[in-house]
Every structure is written in structure tokens, then in C-alpha cells.
């Protein structure tokens, strides 16, 4: 079992930053693919920035590609979202998302672990 936990959501005004981060426990050595997706009121999740563990492949939606960077920590079990030049249509809630090695899966499909999430909201 692998569990997540998000942090470092809050509220900006557009143009601002946030960094979230996600630390995961368990039988983490077991996690090959890690990603951020999120979720606004009354539409469907979308996945938002991914990458491989072990890698540098990354992978961006096409409307943060450019403002928000997905990265690893010092260790493969942290991961981090640097959010720039944030938008109201930003709003949502964001969740931490790992797959397991050997599970099928593209870059936004498949992932068997989820946080609980963080929300962020950004005013205009």
C-alpha cells in the first residue's frame, strides 16, 4: 500500500505562485509513475503535469504547459507543482496520484493511489 499526502494549497490572486508538494509512505519502491490532476466544481478531473519515476519524462496539459513544473525532491518519494502565473481557471481541487510498476497505464489513466487533496483558488 502506498499513501499520499498533499500540502500547499491556498488562495492567490491571479499572477501568483504556489508550490504544492506530495510526500508518499509506504512501499513506495513500487511506484513508477507519479502526477498532479485536478478537479473544479461541477467538471470532470483533469490531469494537469506528470512524470516517470527513476526519469527526467515529464508531461504537461496543454493549458499549464509553460507556467506550472513538476519535479521530484530530494528523494523519488516527493513530489512537487510549481505553479506560476496562476489563473482563476486554475480553481480546483488539486490531488497527488501515484500508478504501481507493471500496472498499464498513459500519462493520465490508471493510477491506483490518490491523495486527499489540496484546494487552490485563485481571484481575479
Known amino acids: 500500500q502506498v499513501q499520499l499526502v498533499e500540502s500547499g494549497g491556498g488562495s492567490v490572486q491571479a499572477g501568483g505562485s504556489l508550490r504544492l508538494s506530495c510526500v508518499a509512505s509506504g512501499i513506495t519502491y513500487s511506484i513508477c509513475a507519479m502526477a498532479w490532476f485536478r478537479q473544479a466544481p461541477g467538471r470532470e478531473r483533469e490531469g494537469v503535469a506528470a512524470?516517470?519515476?527513476?526519469?527526467?519524462?515529464?508531461t504537461y496539459a496543454n493549458s499549464v504547459m509553460g507556467r506550472f513544473t513538476i519535479s521530484k525532491g530530494t528523494a523519488e518519494n516527493i513530489l512537487y507543482l510549481q505553479m506560476n502565473g496562476l489563473k482563476p481557471e486554475d480553481t480546483a481541487m488539486y490531488y497527488c496520484?501515484?500508478?504501481?510498476?507493471?500496472?498499464?497505464?498513459?500519462?493520465?489513466?490508471?493510477?491506483?493511489?490518490w491523495g486527499q487533496g489540496t484546494q487552490v483558488t485563485v481571484s481575479s
Open positions: 512524470r516517470t519515476i527513476g526519469t527526467t519524462n515529464t
Open positions: 496520484a501515484a500508478r504501481t510498476c507493471g500496472k498499464p497505464g498513459t500519462r493520465w489513466t490508471n493510477y491506483n493511489y
